[in-house]
T-cell receptor
Framework: KAGVTQTPRYLIKTRGQQVTLSCSPI?????VSWYQQTPGQGLQFLFE???????NKGNFPGRFSGRQFSNSRSEMNVSTLELGDSALYLC?????????????FGPGTRLTVL | AQKVTQAQTEISVVEKEDVTLDCVYE???????LFWYKQPPSGELVFLIR??????QNEISGRYSWNFQKSTSSFNFTITASQVVDSAVYFC?????????????FGTGTSLTVIP
C-alpha cells in the first residue's frame, strides 16, 4: 500500500504570496490532518478533514485554510505569507476520525518564506 | 486544556547504553490516548505505540519499553542497549476521546543521538 504523499516537497516563496500544499492519504483513509512543525514548537495541529468536512481546527489565523476532496485528497492554503510561516508542514491520515487513531504521516513539505 | 511536556530537548548516549525519554501530560479528560512517534532524519513520523487511559500495563517491544503512570501523568519511553539507528527525534502525543475527532497534542520532541 502506498504511503501518504505530499507535494511539493520543497517550496520557496516571498512574503505576501500565497501557497497551496497537497496531500494524498493512504488509500481508504478518510481523515486527513495537517500540522506545522517548527524548531522549538514541535508539531502544532492546524486542522483535520474527514469526509470532506473540517472536523477540528487548531489555533491558527484565518490565513490558513484547507479543504478535502471526495477522493480524500486534501489541500492546505496559506495566504499572505509571513516569515514566521517558514516550517515543515506535515500531513497525516487515518482510516477514521477519533483521538485513538494511529496516524500515518507523510514526508512533509518544507516551506521557506523569504 | 491539554498539554504534553517533553522536558528533555536533546540527549546523547553512547551505543549500548540505556536511555529514558520523559513525557508528562495534562488533561481533564477521563478517556484519552497516549502515543509515541519517532521522526528519523528522513522526516516521516513513525508510530511506535498507543495506550489508552484505562490500561496502565507497561509494554515491552524488543528493546523498547513504555511506563505509563496515571498517578504522575507520565508516559516514559525507555530504549535498552541503544543503537545508532535509534538516533531520531521522539514525540509524545495525547489524543482526546473518540468523539472529538483527530485532535492530538504533541510535545516539542526529544532529539536522541546515539554515538557509536
Amino acid at each position: 500500500k502506498a504511503g501518504v504523499t505530499q507535494t511539493p516537497r520543497y517550496l520557496i516563496k516571498t512574503r505576501g504570496q500565497q501557497v497551496t500544499l497537497s496531500c494524498s492519504p493512504i488509500s481508504g483513509h478518510r481523515s486527513v490532518s495537517w500540522y506545522q512543525q517548527t524548531p522549538g514548537q514541535g508539531l502544532q495541529f492546524l486542522f483535520e478533514y474527514f469526509s470532506e468536512t473540517q472536523r477540528n481546527k487548531g489555533n491558527f489565523p484565518g490565513r490558513f485554510s484547507g479543504r478535502q476532496f471526495s477522493n480524500s485528497r486534501s489541500e492546505m492554503n496559506v495566504s499572505t505569507l509571513e516569515l514566521g510561516d517558514s516550517a515543515l508542514y506535515l500531513c497525516a491520515s487515518s482510516p477514521v476520525s477519533g483521538g485513538y487513531n494511529e496516524q500515518f504521516f507523510g514526508p512533509g513539505t518544507r516551506l521557506t518564506v523569504l | 486544556a491539554q498539554k504534553v511536556t517533553q522536558a528533555q530537548t536533546e540527549i546523547s548516549v553512547v551505543e549500548k547504553e540505556d536511555v529514558t525519554l520523559d513525557c508528562v501530560y495534562e488533561t481533564r479528560d477521563t478517556t484519552y490516548y497516549l502515543f509515541w512517534y519517532k521522526q528519523p532524519p528522513s522526516g516521516e513520523l513513525v508510530f511506535l505505540i498507543r495506550r489508552n487511559s484505562f490500561d496502565e500495563q507497561n509494554e515491552i517491544s524488543g528493546r523498547y519499553s513504555w511506563n505509563f503512570q496515571k498517578s504522575t501523568s507520565s508516559f516514559n519511553f525507555t530504549i535498552t542497549a541503544s543503537q545508532v539507528v535509534d538516533s531520531a527525534v521522539y514525540f509524545c502525543a495525547l489524543g482526546r476521546r473518540p468523539n472529538t475527532g483527530n485532535q492530538f497534542y504533541f510535545g516539542t520532541g526529544t532529539s536522541l543521538t546515539v554515538i557509536p
